[in-house]
């Protein structure tokens, strides 16, 4: 197997790029809960690493590949408390300015996603491929909005561009190809996207759609309530009393600037009751930023989230394997992330401006 890159060797490739926004939690739900089925289901189609493909329901993980620490290295549950905290009191501090007339929120996700496949033969085949998606919202959301999303190099972990021509490769070679995509439409609404099984807002107008955990629109935003214990009941119910699903709705909502400082911190203080959360400290992301990472565990994987305590600012997510990988993940280690990704956000003076 070919070596793995490390946390900093990743630092260092992607310290220029800019960062984009996760696909819809409700899609990585149902890629997540087929992905389990996996561990005992040999899948024999190719995986490519996105969630929009999961939606479509293509079978995928994403990807940051390196070494984390193992479960055993974690410090105790109670500084999980102590940091969120920390952030908490942190997010509060942080202004919350309405946007000018002209201006745009920006929102941004850099990550690492690896497809996988099989030879002919049954080799496995690994590539880690950097994906880049922004997002610019206008002030009137009803606005066109405007989504780039980027494919801008790769990297071969599982087998190699040779034996995937000699031996087959099973599609994947398909997938790996540089590419910018603009899309654009009002209220977000992308003409060639839509969600399977649609969401409850299809077809309202801009201003009365209410969004969800999923798809955290401002008014569901300011329904959510500001008492801890309240925001976590509701988190709890959304999730199904599914702890890393509650950490992906979670991420949603931390993740997009039109959540307002008050309900970042509420959230942070309602994660405190989250069952199983654990932290691994100075976790390093993929844009060379460094936080804390706290996560649940289930059987065969670990879900974190990365935060900065002393700023409040939510920085990214990954998913580590708990155990040695089998089947399309045969030969990565326990403790290999196998999702990372790295969020920024921003008021910029126009659309297709980055910070």
């Avoid at 002209?102 to 496995?124: C, F, Q, V």
């Avoid at 190099?153 to 190699?160: A, E, I, T």
Wanted: negative net charge; aromatic residues 8%; proline residues 8%.
């Amino acid at each position: 197997m070919p070596d793995q890159w490390t946390d900093q060797e990743l630092d260092r490739a992607l310290a220029d790029q800019p960062a984009g926004p996760a696909f819809g939690p409700e899609a990585r739900a149902k890629a997540l809960a087929r992905m389990e089925e996996a561990w005992t289901e040999p899948v024999q189609a190719p995986r490519r690493g996105r969630w929009l493909a999961a939606a479509a329901a293509t079978v995928l993980v994403a990807a940051g590949l390196f070494a984390v620490r193992a479960a055993s290295d974690e410090v105790p549950a109670a500084s999980a408390a102590e940091s969120l905290e920390l952030a908490a009191r942190s997010a509060l501090k942080s202004p919350d300015e309405p946007l000018a007339d002209g201006e745009y929120r920006y929102l941004a996700r850099h990550s690492w996603d690896m497809g996988s496949a099989k030879t002919t033969t049954g080799k496995p085949l690994g590539a880690l491929v950097h994906d880049v998606q922004q997002t610019w919202i206008p002030k009137q959301r009803s606005g066109e909005w405007l989504q780039r999303s980027s494919t801008l190099d790769w990297r071969w972990v599982l087998g190699s561009e040779e034996l995937a021509k000699a031996e087959g490769d099973n599609g994947l070679l398909d997938s790996l190809k540089r590419t910018t995509q603009d899309r654009r439409g009002p209220c977000g609404d992308w003409p060639d996207f839509h969600v399977l099984g649609g969401t409850p807002d299809d077809g309202k107008p801009c201003d009365e759609r209410r969004g969800s955990w999923y798809t955290p629109a401002p008014p569901f935003l300011a329904s959510l309530p500001l008492d801890p214990d309240a925001l976590y009941g509701e988190l709890w119910s959304a999730a199904k009393a599914d702890a890393p699903q509650a950490l992906s709705l979670a991420v949603s909502v931390l993740s997009t600037p039109e959540a307002p400082p008050a309900l970042r911190a509420a959230l942070y203080q309602a994660l405190i009751r989250l069952p199983g959360l654990k932290t691994t400290e100075n976790a390093a992301n993929l844009a060379g930023q460094t936080g804390v990472a706290l996560g649940v565990t289930t059987e065969h994987l670990r879900d974190d989230i990365i935060i900065d305590p002393t700023t409040g600012r939510f920085i990214g997510n990954r998913m580590v394997l708990a155990k040695p990988g089998t089947d399309y993940y045969e030969g990565l280690p326990a403790g290999t992330a196998i999702e990372f990704s790295a969020f920024t956000s921003a008021t910029v003076p126009a659309e297709g401006v980055e910070p």
